[in-house]
């Protein structure tokens, strides 16, 4: 009973190396999403997706990218990181289309970007 | 822009006490409520979610309210035990999820 699989837990970066969350997910949901938790400021969503070959941003999508090319995969790239984007990342899914619905969360990424 | 706010951040009670915690928000167009738990370290699971047509949702000795005209929801927990120590975020559905910052609820044995 998987649910929710995000990969790494934890990473640190230097400054200007890229990355990629991983996100997968098995109750066939057609909503996915990236969030990202710091201190005080509650989460934020990043980039979000209704479907496979369907993305869009969210609050937050400056320095991200992310593609949907399954239903189940989500992944969440960084191509040139920045100290600001050292945070605590989760995706979450919905089996609603547009996330009004439910929402099941991974355990997070924790990344520490130097 | 809604805005969701979760007052007090931080709350101590000891084990056995009923508790409510609180949740507003500015924009009362929603489609739902949504209520989650986060351990340390952990993700969020979510506990209730009350659509914007009903009042009221009940999980155990959960019990979630909303009054969508004043902006309000609450979270009631019954006979409060130690394994309820986390920490609580609300969200309001719109066309998006905006998130509260979450109550840090510790239950003292």
């Known amino acids: 009973n998987a649910g929710v699989t995000q990969t790494p837990k934890f990473q640190v970066l230097k400054t200007g190396q890229s990355m990629t969350l991983q996100c997968a997910q098995d109750?066939?949901?057609?909503?996915m999403s990236w969030y990202r938790q710091d201190p005080g400021m509650g989460l934020r969503l990043i980039h979000y997706?209704?479907?496979?070959?369907?993305?869009d941003q969210g609050e937050v999508p400056n320095g991200y990218n992310v593609s949907r090319s399954t239903t189940e995969d989500f992944p969440l790239r960084l191509l040139s990181a920045a100290p600001s984007q050292t945070s605590v990342y989760f995706c979450?899914?919905?089996?609603?289309?547009?996330?009004?619905?439910?929402?099941?969360f991974g355990e997070g990424s924790r990344l520490t970007v130097l | 822009k809604q805005e969701v706010t979760q007052i007090p951040a931080a709350l101590s009670v000891p084990e056995g006490e009923n508790l409510v915690l609180n949740c507003s928000f500015t924009?009362?167009?929603?489609?739902?409520l949504q209520w989650f738990r986060q351990d340390p370290g952990k993700g969020l699971t979510s506990l209730l979610l009350?659509?914007?047509?009903?009042r009221e949702q009940t999980s155990g000795r959960l019990n979630a309210s909303l009054d969508k005209s004043s902006g309000r929801s609450t979270l009631y927990i019954a006979a409060s035990q130690p394994g309820d120590s986390a920490t609580y975020l609300c969200?309001?559905?719109?066309?998006?999820?905006?998130f509260g910052t979450g109550t840090r609820l510790t239950i003292i044995p």
């Open positions: 979450a899914s919905s089996y609603r289309l547009a996330g009004i619905g439910e929402l099941f």
């Open positions: 109750m066939n949901h057609e909503y």
């Open positions: 997706s209704v479907g496979a070959g369907i993305t």
């Open positions: 924009d009362s167009a929603i489609y739902n």
């Open positions: 009350i659509q914007s047509s009903q």
């Open positions: 969200a309001a559905q719109n066309e998006k999820l905006t």
